[in-house]
Each structure stands twice: as C-alpha cells, then as structure tokens.
C-alpha cells in the first residue's frame, strides 16, 4: 500500500510539474543604424546621423516587450511620416529585399523624445499587428517577427532630407515611397533566453 501512495504522489508531483506552462522564449536583437546600410545608401541618404537600437521580442506572446532607440545626429524635427496620412510613421520595421513580393512594413507606434544628442525612441510591451504594408498580401504579424527571427529584417528610419525631389531610388523611372529612408541598419539577432 506505501508503494502505490509513493508511486501516485510522484506520479503527481510529475504531472504538476510538466503542466506547468513554460517560460516564454525571447529573442533579443541589436541593430546599428547610419547612412552607409545598404537600404539608405540605396536611397542615397546624405543624413551624418547614426543610431543603435536594442529589441526584446517575446515569440510566445507575440509582443514587442522592449524597443529602444537612441539616435544621435537627428531630431524629432526632423522625422518625415511615411505612407497615407502618415499612418506607417517615421520608423518601422522592413524586411528584405525592399519592394519584393514579399515585403512588408510594420508600423511601430512608439514615442519620440527629444535628447541633447538628437533623440530617442521607445515601445514597450506592444503586441504585434498585421503589417500596414503586407497584410494586403496575406503577411501577418507572425510572418513579421518570423523575418526577424531569421535574420532578414531591417529598421528604416525616415527624415524631411530625404525626400522624392532630393532622392531617386534607382530603378524605379523617378518615383520614390516618399520620405526615403535616411538611416537603416540590419536587425541582427544576438540569441533567445527565457
């Protein structure tokens, strides 16, 4: 009788345990903006500024837990909003290539604040949507952060000194997404922990 007790408190014991839900897994990413990344440069962005930004990304919940942007050289004066009424703000996530059927861009409402140095930018605990420019072709949020994940997403940060009637973007007979992207740097994934 002992034995059936101990083998069921165990039992137990186990079952407890192992339906214990599981930390979330999160992945944390840097990326370093400036002019020479290979999507402002494209744009042929003359902006002397630079950035670094540091995400937290929470791949259980599917929410932005941490975003912060600290840009040297630029100031909130100077962001350009992007897409109809501005509604893709002045910084986003892109993925690659830009302009591939595949692209997106997800808006980040975050908040601008005026430095000594320029400025930064700030999100936190922010569950990701459906991005403004891909959902019409059926990317998700998911897809998004699955981008990321992989290592093939960018952020692109867009200023008033990068306009259509200052920059072309090659290939594209004249026509720009106007503003173009000023500083852009690669999302570069530094690992998942719990």
């Given at each position: ?10 039992a ?41 930004a ?62 000594d ?78």
């Amino acid at each position: 009788m002992k034995l059936f007790t101990v083998h069921a408190l165990v039992a137990s014991l186990c079952f407890a345990a192992c339906a214990s839900p599981a930390l979330s897994e999160v992945l944390r990413a840097t990326a370093e903006l400036s002019r020479d990344h290979s999507i402002a440069h494209g744009w042929g962005s003359s902006v002397e500024g630079t950035g670094y930004a540091s995400i937290d990304i929470d791949l259980e919940t599917r929410t932005l837990t941490h975003l912060l942007i600290q840009v040297y050289g630029i100031f909130p004066a100077d962001l350009a909003t992007a897409g109809l009424g501005g509604a893709l703000g002045a910084i986003h996530f892109h993925n690659y290539p830009q302009g591939g059927p595949n692209f997106f861009v997800q808006q980040l409402p975050g908040t601008t604040t005026r430095t000594d140095y320029g400025m930064q930018f700030e999100l936190e605990n922010w569950l990701f949507e459906d991005p403004l420019v891909g959902a019409e072709r059926g990317l998700t949020a998911q897809f998004v952060i699955d981008e990321i994940a992989a290592g093939n997403a960018y952020i692109g940060l867009h200023t008033s000194h990068t306009l259509c009637s200052q920059n072309q973007k090659e290939g594209h007979n004249g026509s720009c997404a106007a503003p173009g992207t000023a500083l852009s740097g690669h999302v570069s994934v530094q690992g998942f922990t719990d």
